[in-house]
């Protein structure tokens, strides 16, 4: 029965001959007559989470907290665990995850598979730099293994190839809350975008701009923050656009009028909650 599972970029559409979860991190890897890839969250823009006429084994049920640490801040989970769900625990306690992307609907097992970049790829690397041990479940058994191994060095990044993560160990970093003091500032050329660059990732922790492809002197807006003292303000219902838009609403008359309106931001200093600003794309659901 083939098992309509997407990624990210909906493209390409393959099938897939099972999709069989993963719900015990003790079992042995399921059998199947065909080849294995795991599946987190199937967040990849591209197909590297696909596997044409194979079998995926998806981990949104390998879902548990293993061990916390809260002084040293080392926290240890299954695999499929979200970075969304590990926020949620950590921040009240003053820590972070080192490395976030831009959504937080991606798994622990994805995040190093693919080793993930976040808006502080300038000061801490990537996010498999962070990850102290894992265990793999492959067809031969089970291996723990950490940085400075061969099996560790090639899972990192390793595209799902090497064998399942059934859970990682990361070290977390402490902060002083759960907002940002985030910086806006407009620019109107390349020029200026590099120079605000190279200051930029000398002083700040996080650094990410928006750019008007239509604009021929590279018009954009710079964005760049800390990590600032407070709370976190309650979430908001979440946006939810439970169909398709019609291709030709995303065309070159619109997304002119989409960047016009965008480029009006103005230069501000602002404290604001981390959730929006590391994940923007994350209010709106589907
Ligand atoms: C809105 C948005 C913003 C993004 N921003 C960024 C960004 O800023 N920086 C960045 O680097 N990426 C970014 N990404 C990409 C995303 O972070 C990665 O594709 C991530 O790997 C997705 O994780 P996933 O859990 O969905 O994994 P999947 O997409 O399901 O799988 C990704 C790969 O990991 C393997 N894998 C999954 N689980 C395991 C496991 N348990 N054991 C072994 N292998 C496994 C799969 O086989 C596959 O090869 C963004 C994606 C979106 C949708």
Redesign the pocket.
Known sequence: MPAPIE??GRYPVLQHLAARPVVWRSDPLAVSPASL?????????GD??LNEGGTLLT?RT?DRFISFDPSAGVLRCE??VSLGDILALIVPRGWFLPVV???S??????????D????NHHRVGTFGRHVRRLELLRSDGRVECGPGEPLFAA?VA???LT????WAELQLRAVPGARIKVETIPFGTLTEFFAIADESDARFEYTVAWMDCFSRAGRGVFFRGDHAEGTATPAVTRLSVPFEFPSMALNPLTVRAFNAVYALKRRSTRVVDANPFFFP?DAVAG
């Open positions: 990624s990210w890839l795991p599946f987190g969250r199937g967040r990849s823009y590297c989470c981990t390998l695999a499929g992307p831009g959504t609907y991606v798994s622990v097992g994805g995040a190093i598979a693919n993930i970049h976040g808006k899972t390793g595209l799902g064998g399942l993560i059934t794309l």
